[in-house]
Nanobody, 113 residues
Framework: QVQLVESGGGLVQAGGSLRLPCAVS??????MGWYRQAPGKQRELVAA???????NVADSVKGRFIISRDNAKNMVYLEMKSLKFEDTAVYYC?????????WGNGTLVTVSS
């Protein structure tokens, strides 16, 4: 059974940094990503990474967020820098394997202005 568990969320001042780890258990998943959902808004893709390490990040976070993975530890990370108030959201780790989408429960990131 696949489980994705996020951690690392919290309250941070604008301009600060946070690192969100996602622990993947059950099996290795190649296509992984981070999504976020702000209050009153739809869930959006923030960054994605392939099994080989190819990455893609949303324009809204480009230059500030970095997605990475450690396949040996079955971990995926989202490094967030220069955080803005509008980055406030619940951040979800997600993976897709053979057409099945897996989600973590999310971790709340609150950026104070």
């Amino acid at each position: 059974q696949v489980q994705l568990v996020e951690s690392g969320g919290g309250l941070v001042q604008a301009g600060g940094s946070l690192r969100l780890p996602c622990a993947v258990s059950g099996r290795h998943i190649d296509a992984m990503g981070w999504y976020r959902q702000a209050p009153g808004k739809q869930r959006e893709l923030v960054a994605a990474i392939s099994g080989g390490g190819l990455t893609n990040v949303a324009d809204s976070v480009k230059g500030r967020f970095i997605i990475s993975r450690d396949n040996a530890k079955n971990m995926v990370y989202l490094e967030m820098k220069s955080l803005k108030f509008e980055d406030t959201a619940v951040y979800y780790c997600a993976g897709e394997d053979y057409g099945i989408q897996y989600w973590g429960n999310g971790t709340l990131v609150t950026v104070s202005s």
